[in-house]
């Protein structure tokens, strides 16, 4: 289930993404959106509607899919804390420090 709607939830983003990017702004931006050269097909104002309800629309399913994909993960990990448990490998004792070598005397 979680597969699926991470899957869902990427192709959201890519296409929020491109109709951003498609949106003409307020320094003329990419402006693809625009009527010029498609046969009056929309006009200019219609593209800009249309791509603003699907920019919401988008949004709106991104902010969903977000909420939705952390409500059904939140109770997969087991808390756990670095404090509670040593790490494996390692003892809790530290090492103790050698001994000083015993000083040799010089015999005749």
Same mark, same amino acid.
């Given at each position: 289930?979680?597969?699926?709607?991470?899957?869902?939830?990427?192709?959201?983003?890519?296409?929020?993404?491109?109709?951003?990017?498609?949106?003409?702004?307020? *320094?003329? *931006?990419?402006?693809?959106?625009?009527?010029?050269?498609? *046969?009056?097909?929309?006009? *200019?104002?219609?593209?800009?509607?249309?791509?603003?309800?699907?920019?919401?629309?988008?949004?709106?399913?991104?902010?969903?899919?977000?909420?939705?994909?952390?409500?059904?993960?939140?109770?997969?990990?087991?808390?756990?804390?670095?404090?509670?448990?040593?790490?494996?490998?390692?003892?809790?004792?530290?090492?103790?420090?050698?001994?000083?070598?015993?000083?040799?005397?010089?015999?005749?």
């Amino acid at each position: 289930m979680a597969t699926v709607l991470l899957v869902l939830h990427l192709f959201v983003t890519l296409a929020l993404i491109g109709v951003v990017l498609l949106q003409r702004s307020e *320094g003329g *931006g990419l402006g693809i959106g625009s009527s010029q050269g498609m *046969g009056n097909f929309m006009s *200019g104002r219609g593209t800009a509607n249309l791509l603003t309800r699907t920019t919401a629309i988008l949004g709106t399913a991104f902010f969903a899919l977000s909420l939705t994909l952390a409500i059904l993960n939140r109770g997969t990990a087991l808390p756990v804390s670095i404090l509670d448990a040593p790490a494996s490998g390692t003892t809790a004792v530290p090492a103790l420090p050698a001994a000083p070598a015993a000083p040799s005397v010089p015999t005749n």
